[in-house]
């Protein structure tokens, strides 16, 4: 896939990377894991600009902001212009006018980014962080870095998506990668939550006959924000966690070196049971860590696109 000169200057989707872009964006990462600095031709300033509540995501991005040695602006969704009906188009133009290089948006809305990308007056540099049940490309990237750092290779790796996929912008991102990578991916979960536009990536299965033969599992959330109030009041956390959730009981059952992956925020005892989730096999916080080295990849690539790296 050829990047394009609007898609150099925004990662917004994880189908603008084919798969040796998202290798190259990884081994970058895995350089300034390994120690690479950078140094900036010009200063240049951040802004993170978040419409539903983060910790990972939001610090992750700030970090990897100061390491490259950006200024950080600050802002707050509640007390921005946007609470007074201003569009979202009209603040990014605001800060983009005050000198801002970098904005990096989560909002709720999926496919938000649509309407800004079709605007050739927005010169600023966009970063997704997460639209509604759409895409979340860091997330996925920074999955991905973690699966080859313990692997070394995509090919064959048998993928296990299990949770609530219909309302997982990782769930679509992750298997769309894996796909592109030549991993094998498979779901499992509530059957009313498979989403099957997914099909096309991997196939639905039993989670207790899956299991023993996966390298990765690869644990969601349920996400009771995006739920309806019936289907969401119905909810049943023991019965989820006999039917779906990564017990000690069924762990035993992994390969010795299968891995656990899980975006977060963890529902401890739902999903996955306690003692799991800082086990040997887990790597939950190890995506943590390469979250960092991951968003910085990804905004180099924006400042070099702007000459400012």
Known sequence: MMMTERTQANLLT????DAEDALDLIHEAQAFKAGKQVELLHPAYAINMFFENSTRTKTSFQMAEKKLGMQVLDFNAATSSISKGESLYDTLKTVESIGVNVAVIRHPQTDYYLQLTQNTNLHIGLINAGDGAGQHPSQCLLDMMTILEQFNCFHDLKVLINGDICHSRVARSNAEMLWRLGAKVYFTGLKDWFDASLAKYGEYGDF????????????????????NGTADAQFDESEYRRQFGLTKQRATQMKSNAIILHPAPVNRGVEIDDELVESPQSRIFTQMQNGVFVRMAI???????????
């Open 14 to 17: 994880i189908d603008q990377l």
């Open 208 to 227: 207790d006959e899956l299991l023993p033969q996966m390298d990765v599992i690869n644990l969601l959330r349920v996400q009771h924000e995006r739920i």
């Open 299 to 309: 905004i180099s690539r924006l400042l070099r696109f702007q000459n400012l790296l």
